[in-house]
């Protein structure tokens, strides 16, 4: 398991860089990392910027890392960002596998992006208020 994890203390969430070796221990691994660094802060906001390097995973090793990670972190995340620019198309697939497994996960292909959602999360918010990315519709137009 080649990799590297740094978490930087954002002032309403985490955020960790990973970089090394894409495979599927490697993911397991550094999802498990992430979650021990939300428990000790006490912090369930979390942006994961992925740099790893190496083959995509297929769609069915996407589908087994995340229905295992979301099932392992059930309850805990309040909003997840996920970055990874590499992983093209992958990324919806990734999204609905975690929201439809109860995971508050939003992928972007850019930081920046991540950040912004990320701002607009309440702490505490519930499941239905996590995916806001627009004003509710009367406050829309």
């Given at each position: 398991?080649?990799?590297?994890?740094?978490?930087?203390?954002?002032?309403?969430y985490?955020?960790?860089?990973?970089?090394?070796?894409?495979?599927?221990?490697v993911v397991l691994r550094y999802m498990s990392d992430?979650?021990?660094?939300?428990?000790?802060?006490?912090?369930?906001?979390?942006l994961i910027e992925e740099q790893l390097e190496g083959p995509r995973l297929d769609g069915m090793e996407i589908f087994s890392l995340v229905s295992?990670?979301?099932?392992?972190?059930?309850?805990?995340?309040?909003?997840?960002?996920?970055v990874d620019k590499n992983m093209g198309d992958m990324a919806e697939?990734?999204?609905t596998i975690a929201v439809n497994r109860g995971m508050p996960l939003s992928t972007f292909n850019n930081v920046d992006n991540a950040k912004?959602?990320?701002?607009?999360?309440?702490?505490?918010?519930?499941?239905?208020?996590?995916?806001?990315?627009?004003?509710?519709?009367?406050?829309?137009?």
């Open positions: 398991m080649n990799y590297k994890i740094t978490f930087e203390d954002e002032s309403t985490i955020h960790a860089k990973v970089t090394g070796s894409n495979s599927h221990d992430v979650l021990e660094e939300c428990d000790k802060r006490n912090c369930y906001h979390v295992e990670g979301s099932m392992k972190a059930l309850g805990k995340f309040e909003a997840v960002a996920f697939f990734a999204e912004n959602w990320l701002a607009r999360q309440k702490p505490g918010a519930s499941g239905k208020d996590i995916f806001l990315d627009r004003a509710p519709p009367d406050e829309q137009n």
